[in-house]
């Protein structure tokens, strides 16, 4: 079973060859869309769809669609194991708010390492319901937590992703199925400067649900 705390950490430490960074995303989605459930207060989740988003100068990998250096009042891909809620600034304007995201952050800022991964599609465990699309997941998170731990987790430092006790963690449970895993290009806006050029293209979007198609070839 792929050990998915040490991969990110090794990768937020440079433990890992930078020419193997592509390699690794591969093996740590292999980790969370078949062995890993999301818990939400009492209810358990599938990751059925997920991004990579990564900008780190030891791999020479300078991704400008990485929340790098934007949010600063919460800078949260520089941070391992934190849950980034993106755009966050109160729990009452992000219940009403449109633009919103959760990341799984696996960056350290001691290493200049700034790392994110978008969860974009769940299937609730109980009721098979999936729950598709970055908001409305966020939405569904706050439903079943409560406004009160969820502005603790939005807010507070700590590795609250790999902590059971916390009311919004990832538990391993080990290989769900052998669904085959897909790779596409981002689902992100075409790119404005030539940074963005070069990662528009790379192919890191990953998901297992065969109904999801590919954006771009």
């Not at 391992?80 to 799984?104: I, M, P, V």
């Amino acid at each position: 079973m792929t050990d998915l705390q040490k991969l990110l950490s090794d990768i937020a430490t440079n433990k890992i060859f930078p020419e193997d960074l592509e390699k690794v995303f591969d093996e740590i989605s292999v980790a969370l869309l078949r062995q890993t459930k999301l818990i939400a207060g009492q209810s358990e989740y599938l990751i059925k769809e997920i991004e990579f988003y990564f900008s780190g100068e030891y791999y020479n990998h300078f991704d400008s669609y990485a929340h790098s250096n934007q949010y600063k009042t919460v800078q949260r891909q520089g941070e391992f194991g934190e849950w980034y809620f993106h755009r966050y600034k109160s729990a009452d304007a992000y219940a009403k708010q449109k633009f919103r995201g959760l990341d799984l952050a696996f960056g350290n800022k001691e290493f200049k390492n700034f790392g994110g991964i978008l969860i974009r599609q769940i299937q609730n465990v109980e009721t098979s319901q999936i729950i598709d699309g970055i908001s409305n997941i966020v939405g569904e998170i706050i439903k079943n937590i409560g406004v009160e731990n969820f502005h603790k987790i939005a807010t507070e430092t700590g590795q609250f992703v790999f902590d059971r006790s916390c009311s919004l963690h990832l538990e391993v449970f080990g290989n769900s199925y052998d669904k085959p895993i897909h790779k596409s290009a981002r689902v992100i806006p075409k790119p404005d400067t030539e940074e963005k050029a070069n990662y528009y293209q790379r192919f890191y979007r990953y998901f297992n649900n065969p109904e999801i198609k590919q954006v771009r070839p």
